[in-house]
């Protein structure tokens, strides 16, 4: 998989199935199972080391987890996420921790946010890394943001997270991750844009859909400290195991469903 073969997709209009992904086991069924990118996502701070948020994740974490990833799958597109604290503060440390992330075996690094992480994506761009941005809904600062709440609701922040969009996008970041945004927002900065969108919470009209692994099985109920019972998945979640009794199976559903447009129907969007 390149980013020619994903925009050569996105002009003929077929979606992009990406999912997270930490391990080799994981990474070697889905290649085999067909989705076009795997992302080491962050998000591993809650889904395997069972945290509140994904605060507590490291460099050390990042670059374990996607050698196992890159050692399963070595002909996925595989996007490495920066967890925070790394990209920040001044350019140089974020391209030294983007290096490591690529030397570890991804071709591309997501960071979150817009603004000032515009000159962040254009330095590391101008030195030979992809970026793939993530707006709207962004973890890292979920004590900012007041809770996992939908963005981009009001008129205001709509318009900031468009600009952002559009401002991260003639930066030639490649991909924008799109986070629990409303379906008929995330349409238009699809179509107001060069980079490719993919949506989690964001609507069928992305170039494509991303989800976490655990999420897609339904195994994941909440972080370690609280009981399962007080755990609600988001809406945009769909348990794709439910249907079949196997893995890969459930994966490949998933692939399907991403390409014919039938994930996420408007129960999962907003
Ligand atoms: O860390 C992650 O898994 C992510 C996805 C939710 C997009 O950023």
């Given at each position: 998989?390149?980013?020619?073969?994903?925009?050569?997709?996105?002009?003929?209009?077929?979606?992009?199935a990406m999912l997270t992904c930490?391990?080799?086991?994981?990474?070697?069924?889905m290649?085999?199972?067909?989705v076009?990118?795997?992302l080491?996502g962050?998000s591993?701070?809650?889904v395997?080391?069972?945290?509140?948020?994904?605060?507590?994740?490291?460099?050390?974490?990042?670059?374990?987890?996607?050698?196992?990833?890159?050692?399963?799958?070595?002909?996925?597109?595989?996007?490495?996420?920066?967890?925070?604290?790394?990209?920040?503060?001044?350019?140089?440390?974020?391209?030294?921790?983007?290096?490591?992330?690529?030397?570890?075996?991804?071709?591309?690094?997501?960071?979150?946010?817009?603004?000032?992480?515009?000159?962040?994506?254009?330095?590391?761009?101008?030195?030979?890394?992809?970026?793939?941005?993530?707006?709207?809904?962004?973890?890292?600062?979920?004590?900012?943001?007041?809770?996992?709440?939908?963005?981009?609701?009001?008129?205001?922040?709509?318009?900031?997270?468009?600009?952002?969009?559009?401002?991260?996008?003639?930066?030639?970041?490649?991909?924008?991750v799109?986070e629990?945004?409303?379906?008929?927002?995330?349409?238009?900065?699809?179509?107001?844009?060069?980079?490719?969108?993919i949506g989690i919470g964001?609507?069928?009209?992305?170039?494509g859909q991303v989800l976490v692994i655990q999420d897609l099985l339904g195994?994941y109920?909440?972080?370690?400290?609280?009981?399962?019972?007080?755990?609600?998945a988001p809406?945009f979640v769909k348990n794709f195991?439910?249907?079949?009794?196997?893995?890969?199976?459930a994966v490949?559903?998933y692939v399907?469903a991403v390409?014919?447009?039938?994930f996420p129907?408007?129960?999962h969007?907003?």
């Amino acid at each position: 998989m390149t980013l020619t073969r994903l925009h050569e997709m996105a002009d003929r209009d077929e979606k992009i199935a990406m999912l997270t992904c930490y391990d080799a086991t994981f990474a070697k069924l889905m290649e085999h199972a067909g989705v076009d990118i795997l992302l080491v996502g962050d998000s591993l701070g809650m889904v395997l080391q069972g945290a509140e948020n994904t605060l507590n994740v490291s460099m050390h974490h990042m670059t374990y987890h996607t050698k196992s990833v890159a050692a399963g799958a070595p002909n996925a597109l595989i996007i490495a996420d920066m967890p925070v604290g790394s990209y920040e503060h001044d350019n140089e440390a974020a391209y030294k921790n983007a290096l490591w992330l690529i030397r570890s075996g991804a071709q591309m690094v997501k960071f979150e946010g817009g603004g000032d992480r515009v000159q962040t994506a254009r330095y590391l761009i101008d030195r030979g890394i992809p970026v793939c941005a993530h707006l709207g809904f962004t973890p890292q600062s979920v004590n900012q943001l007041g809770g996992y709440k939908i963005q981009g609701k009001t008129e205001e922040s709509a318009h900031q997270i468009t600009q952002d969009a559009i401002d991260m996008s003639n930066a030639g970041v490649s991909l924008i991750v799109l986070e629990m945004v409303p379906a008929t927002l995330a349409k238009h900065i699809t179509e107001s844009i060069k980079a490719l969108t993919i949506g989690i919470g964001a609507g069928v009209d992305c170039d494509g859909q991303v989800l976490v692994i655990q999420d897609l099985l339904g195994i994941y109920n909440g972080a370690a400290s609280k009981q399962p019972h007080e755990f609600k998945a988001p809406r945009f979640v769909k348990n794709f195991l439910c249907e079949t009794n196997s893995v890969k199976q459930a994966v490949s559903n998933y692939v399907n469903a991403v390409k014919s447009k039938t994930f996420p129907t408007p129960e999962h969007s907003y």
